[in-house]
């Protein structure tokens, strides 16, 4: 059997541990041994109380300095430290040691390029995970981010430059396997998008493998519809989030029930909020109980919410916080199932807005056509089809 290493080493919140730890389990009940590498102690413990193995990553030291609107995806390895040959060269280093203490047959890195560039001079099995955004178009120079606006080769082709040079002085004294252009920082044996190609934020395309969307929507607070013919609305919100308290309070007076998930917000701030038809949980939910009953679903365009929402036929309000949420939004809004503000925007109206969006029949139609043409997708289908793929070349 393979021992499997699964590394997360950028993004934050709960989506990569969401995508990892059930792809773990499935390859542990298919007989594999898994070990994690993640970035964040909190979510160590979790890890641990699977029964897996588990480590901190190594990390690069983020400059104090970033580029607010970076161009292009070598522009946000420079975002996360790319640009400290220093730093990249020890945490290299610590990814080799790591490798050579487990002795895994397959690294999967969820959003983890220096572990991918490390396995890369050990010649070690690779696979990336991910929804789309950590696992860029592969092409020189380097694609645009954002396509609606104009930008010169000449300056992607710069930046690309700028992060081979860097990259290949790290490399110094460690290996001669240097990466000869931006695609080859994230050359693996197979990239597997846990997303359905509608919801690839650069769109669909070829050299992915799209095994469907999958993670652990069943586990959180059970909580349940009140009974009656109400419109409801369901909101997953960040406290973070500076229009949080204009959406919450106008969530607060929609004529419908409404059930509001918001991860971090104070318990007793939940409490305080809540009222006979809105229901504020300071937690993660169990979609699988309560989303495919929804009339609107409001979010800030989480691949994995969406997700749901889209094989749920729900339609969506969306309220993206950066450019991976953005361009699923358009994504979104573009198949005609739902509206966005950008983060950018200046607030509307936001009792307005839902009130509309629930009138919007178009929208729920759309949604229910983008459902059935998904048919009864199973996300433990997605799961196994993953740990599967992951299996065969770790075997290979």
Known sequence: MARVLCAWEFGGDLGHVRRLIPIARELRAMGHSIVFAIRDSAYLNGVLTEGFEALLAPLLRVPAAVTVSPLNFSDILLNLGFDDWRGLHGALRAWRSMYALIEPDVLVADYAPTALIAARTVQLKRVTVGTGFSQPRLASPSPALRPWVASDPNVLRAIDDRVLGVVRTALAGISERVPENP??????????????????????????????????????????????????????????????????????????????????????????????????????????????????????????????????????????????????????????????????????????????????????????????????YSFAAGTRRAAVRIAAIAQG
């Open 183 to 376: 695609a080859a920082l994230f050359e693996a044996d197979a990239h597997l998008l846990c997303t359905f190609a509608e919801l690839d934020p650069f769109g669909a395309r070829a050299g992915v493998e799209y095994v469907g969307p999958q993670g652990d929507a069943a586990s959180g607070v059970n909580v349940d519809w009140p009974a009656g013919a109400r419109a409801r609305v369901f909101a997953y919100l960040k406290p973070a989030d500076a229009r949080f308290a204009a959406v919450l309070g106008a969530l607060a007076r929609a004529d419908a029930d409404v059930i509001v998930a918001a991860p971090g917000l104070a318990p007793e701030a939940a409490l305080a909020a809540s009222h006979a038809t809105m229901r504020v949980v300071a937690a993660p939910v169990n979609l699988e109980r309560i989303l495919g009953a929804a009339s609107l679903c409001v979010c800030h365009s989480g691949p994995g919410v969406v997700a749901r929402a889209l094989a749920a036929g729900v339609p969506m309000a969306l309220l993206p916080q950066h450019l991976e949420q953005y361009l699923v939004a358009l994504r979104m809004r573009e198949a005609g199932c739902a509206e966005l503000i950008s983060p950018d925007e200046p607030p509307p109206d936001f009792h307005a807005w839902f009130t509309r969006m629930l009138r919007r029949a178009d929208l729920g139609d759309a949604a229910r056509v983008r459902a059935a043409a998904l048919g009864e």
